[in-house]
């Protein structure tokens, strides 16, 4: 019995005005987390449709980007396509060189991906021609010149092919004779992009076939 009376003298844990405020407190926390999730929900989809709108706008430019790109390769393309030989050119060259002899010439190209493009159509025209199709790529500065430009030795053959290749409109400055004046201490000037026996080929087309004046003066003698 006197353990009854002891148990019933305990009083239960925590008190009742404890247990209220605490009750109290975990509601106001548990409608605090609420409200809180909702307005973190709310910010999520909110966000998430920023950013959704911000993608759609990177895209957008992304394509409008592309599309400028894409425009400009195929005026790309379009230039560097002016820029190889034309099946009408090569025909022209192959007749008027049949049955006649051809020097071997070597091609010198400038570091360019245009001039690499012509150059190389134009060493293949060459090969098939007979010539050795020898190449070399400049890596140095690119000179002042530009075209493609004939630089002989001046033997008949020289001439004659120079005028084949103007007269195609490929070749539009020549000196088949190899001479290029002299320097002040009168040393004949030899061109390093161009020496006797090569073909240059610059960084654009010429603005006009410009002929050297041993070229004229070999036309007049055969006239």
Not at 17 to 22: D, E, K, M, T
Not at 62 to 85: H, W
Request: charged share 20%.
């Amino acid at each position: 019995m006197a353990d009854k009376g002891s148990q019933e003298g305990m009083g239960m844990w925590p008190s009742e005005a404890i247990a209220a405020r605490l009750y109290d407190v975990a509601n106001i926390a548990l409608i605090v987390v609420l409200i809180g999730g909702v307005i973190a929900t709310s910010l999520v989809i909110w966000m998430g449709n920023v950013k959704e709108g911000y993608l759609k706008k990177h895209l957008a430019d992304t394509q409008l980007e592309t599309a400028r790109l894409q425009q400009a390769n195929l005026e790309l393309q379009k230039n560097v396509r002016g820029r190889e030989i034309t099946d009408q050119q090569h025909d022209q060259i192959i007749a008027a060189t049949k049955g006649i002899k051809v020097p071997d010439l070597v091609t010198y190209i400038v570091r360019d991906p245009e001039a690499n493009l012509y150059g190389i159509s134009l060493i293949f025209l060459f090969q098939e021609l007979g010539m050795r199709g020898l190449t070399v790529m400049l890596q140095d500065q690119p000179p002042m010149q530009t075209g493609v430009m004939y630089c002989g030795t001046g033997s008949p053959e020289d001439f004659a092919f120079a005028k084949v290749l103007m007269d195609a409109g490929i070749v539009g400055v020549g000196a088949p004779g190899g001479e290029f004046g002299h320097d002040t201490n009168g040393n004949k000037i030899v061109l390093p992009y161009c020496p006797p026996g090569s073909v240059f080929v610059g960084l654009r087309n010429p603005l006009s076939n410009i002929r050297s004046p041993r070229l004229k003066t070999l036309e007049n003698k055969d006239q």
